[in-house]
């Protein structure tokens, strides 16, 4: 039998917040280690596939399935049912984010979206495993998610990507101080063990 999704995790999912810090942690400060990512300039988004299609989730709650049809479709073809990603979908322009035209994709009807997906269309990049094959992952460390994140995402193709992760300092502040030019808004960091912290600004 196809797998279906975790009871909590069919409809509107509470993601996992993250804090501001004034300057980049150590590689210890968080439980088991710091694993350093991009922060995306783009929209907080949950995509929950089952086997009736899939669904996609704003931070607030809103269903983005018809707002970003291309994701939706993408989801529908590349992920197993049973899978719920946390990510973040976004627009490139010239080598850049484009803030102003993800803005420009929302609130629009089917056929309008449609149209806006094939002018301005959206990439999705994942950073976190909700669920795979219909079981919960949330109560698994950072790092066993992200593996199995990475088996999953090894057969994508765009616009479904995979966003980056380092646990070398070094490398995390050559991001920072380099990708700003392309729209990278900081970066976001997490502990190799610790759990998903739905709801609480854990990162």
Known sequence: MTATLPPELTGPVQVALART???IPH?????GGCRFEPKWDGFRLIVARDRGGSKLWSRRGTDLSTTFPEITAACVDQLVPGTVLDGEVVIWTSGRLDFGALQ???GRGPRSAAAHAAGHPASYAAFDLLASTGQDARHLPFD???RLLEQLAAAWRPPLNLSPVTDDRDVATEWFETYTAAGIEG??????AQPYPAGQRGW
């Open 144 to 146: 066993e998610r992200r």
């Open 27 to 31: 590689a210890g400060a968080l439980p």
């Open 187 to 192: 970066l976001v960091i997490k502990g190799g």
């Open 104 to 106: 420009t994709r929302m």
């Open 21 to 23: 810090v004034e300057q």
